[in-house]
């Protein structure tokens, strides 16, 4: 089963370039969402959906944006990247999205902005 | 503002002793609470939850004790292995239908000694 998969694995962008990370997951889950994890820091969530077509902001939003036309896929944009930008980021999903679900984790993307 | 906190970044165990994980929370809306283990270079992966109704859940080796009075949980782990050997992340939600909108602390990294 390969659950949650995230490409690319490393990234080094410049600054104001833009760049999508991709999200795929096979399990058939309606809930998916992006954390970002700085060091030294917990996971903070920036964008989250219910469904296809559905998607809305979560505690770090800005400067970022998503779109979720199938339920498998999740891609997170990037505009006009930062040095703020710099960071872990997880792609997440989940069955039904209650607090007693666990989230399957997709094994991150990490990015750099120079 | 953080309403998550793991104050210790770093425990080191022996093994086949107990570790104890600390984990303190400022919100009292948050009505459930999980633990995630993280190994480098991948995502995090569920561990345990707790409900806020109940002070104690066990699983195997692994218990998770709530003080709701304190605001704190703490994580048991018992006998610890070397396996063990991640960083756990503690998190809450405030909303039992939007479990995925997690508040994560900061991570405390734990290190079991052969």
């Known amino acids: 089963n390969a659950g949650v998969t995230q490409t690319p694995k490393f990234r080094i962008l410049k600054i104001g370039q833009s760049m999508t990370l991709q999200c795929a997951q096979d399990m058939n889950h309606n809930y998916m969402y992006w954390y970002r994890q700085d060091p030294g820091m917990g996971l903070k969530l920036i964008y989250y959906?219910?469904?296809?077509?559905?998607?809305d902001k979560g505690e770090v939003p800005n400067g970022y944006n998503v779109s979720r036309s199938t339920t498998e896929d999740f891609p997170l944009r990037l505009e006009l990247a930062a040095p703020s930008q710099t960071s872990v980021y997880f792609c997440a999903s989940s069955d039904t999205g209650t607090g007693s679900e666990k989230l399957f984790f997709g094994s991150g993307t990490q990015l750099s902005v120079l | 503002d953080q309403q998550v906190k793991q104050n210790s970044p770093s425990l080191s165990v022996q093994e086949g002793r107990i570790s104890i994980l600390n984990c303190d929370y400022t919100?009292?809306?948050?009505?459930?609470f999980l633990w995630y283990k993280k190994y480098p270079a991948e995502g995090p992966t569920f561990l345990i939850s707790?409900?806020?109704?109940?002070d104690k859940n066990e699983d195997g080796r692994f218990t998770v004790f709530l003080n709701k009075s304190a605001k704190h949980l703490s994580l048991h782990i018992v006998p610890s292995q070397p396996g063990d050997s991640a960083v756990y992340f503690c998190?809450?939600?405030?909303?039992?239908?939007?479990?995925?909108?997690?508040?994560f602390g900061q991570g405390t990294e734990l290190s079991v000694k052969p």
């Open positions: 998190a809450a939600t405030e909303n039992y239908n939007q479990g995925g909108k997690l508040i």
């Open positions: 707790i409900s806020s109704i109940k």
């Open positions: 919100n009292s809306m948050f009505d459930y």
């Open positions: 959906s219910v469904g296809a077509g559905i998607t």
